[in-house]
Structures are given as structure tokens and as C-alpha cells.
């Protein structure tokens, strides 16, 4: 097995990202017991093999169109599922049933944009190509203001986890929106 080889679907730059879906979800393993700091450095692992399996599939030219898509899979575990999951989890620990379903509705209209967010770039991305400006916020971005709230509140910045939902509902419309964002 070469893992060098563009059309091997286990080639080092689809590993990496494998490694990063495989963070997410150990990461929401984390949280569902209550393990928020563990949560969040696998979080920032996630973030990190994000960035690194990009800059070996561009390097090595092993950009294919299952490695953009397994990208945006991943994408959606670990930078919208798992941070939404994360500060859900956190903000509902001591609210009532009534709360905890209306602040899900504003988490599921999270998870549903950046979910239109990852398959609109999917839809308009070319294999190997990179744009100097995302449209909208881009999900990994997403996550981080996701996680900044998480601090807020955990710190008792803003202690209403009404506030924080009303905040998670802009970063939402955020993802799908005409703001330019400079590609790093």
C-alpha cells in the first residue's frame, strides 16, 4: 500500500483526515460525560490534522474529490457536531426540559447550516484549488466562536444560556452568509 498514491483511498493525506473524524467523535465521547476540558483538546487535535491534511494532500498532489469529500465529513463531525454538542451540553447541564428543547431547536439550526455550509463549498470547490476568500464563515471558524461562548459562559461572562442560543443562532446564519473571510 502506497500512501503516497493519489488513488489509494488510505493515502497519508486521507489518513490525516480520518485522524481528525476520529478525534470528533472521541471528543463527543468526552463531553457526553462531562469531560469538557479532554473534549476540547481533542477538539484542538481535530483542528490541527484539519489544517495538516490539507497542506500534505497539496504537497504530495493528493487532492481527489473523495479526499474533499471525506474533508467536509469530517468537517461536520468535528467542527460542527462536536462544538455544538460541547456547548449544548454545557449551558443545559441545570435547565428544565422546556429550556433544554427550545435551546436545541438554535443548536439543531446550527448543525443543519453548517451542514448546507460544508455541501455548498463541496458543490463549488475544484480538486486542488484554493480560494483567496471563503463566503460566509467557514465551519472550522465556527467552531472557535462556538468554543469562545463555551468560555464565556463557563467563566459566567454570560451566565443566560438564552443569550449564548441567540448567539449560536448569528454564527449560524454567519456560515451561509456573504461575508468574505480571508483564506489563511
Do not use: C
Not at 503516497?4 to 471528543?27: E, M, S, V
Not at 471525506?70 to 462536536?82: N, Q
Amino acid at each position: 500500500m502506497n500512501l503516497f498514491d493519489k488513488d489509494n483511498r488510505f493515502n497519508i493525506a486521507n489518513l490525516i483526515t480520518f485522524g481528525n473524524i476520529a478525534a470528533g467523535l472521541i471528543a463527543i465521547h468526552f463531553i457526553v460525560h462531562g469531560d469538557y476540558f479532554t473534549a476540547i483538546i481533542l477538539a484542538w487535535i481535530a483542528g490541527a490534522l484539519d489544517i495538516a491534511d490539507g497542506k500534505v494532500a497539496r504537497k504530495y498532489n493528493l487532492s481527489t474529490e473523495f479526499g474533499i469529500q471525506v474533508d467536509s465529513f469530517a468537517d461536520f463531525i468535528s467542527f460542527v457536531v462536536m462544538p455544538s454538542f460541547l456547548l449544548y451540553y454545557a449551558i443545559t447541564e441545570k435547565s428544565s426540559g422546556t429550556e433544554q428543547l427550545i435551546l436545541g431547536l438554535a443548536f439543531i439550526f446550527y448543525v443543519i447550516s453548517g451542514l448546507r455550509r460544508l455541501i455548498e463549498f463541496n458543490i463549488k470547490v475544484e480538486v486542488g484549488e484554493s480560494a483567496k476568500y471563503f463566503t460566509g464563515v467557514p465551519t472550522p471558524l465556527g467552531a472557535i466562536l462556538l468554543w469562545i461562548l463555551y468560555l464565556l459562559f463557563a467563566y459566567n461572562i454570560i451566565a443566560s444560556p438564552y443569550v449564548i442560543g441567540v448567539l449560536v443562532l448569528l454564527i449560524a446564519w454567519s456560515l451561509n452568509s456573504n461575508l468574505k473571510i480571508k483564506h489563511p
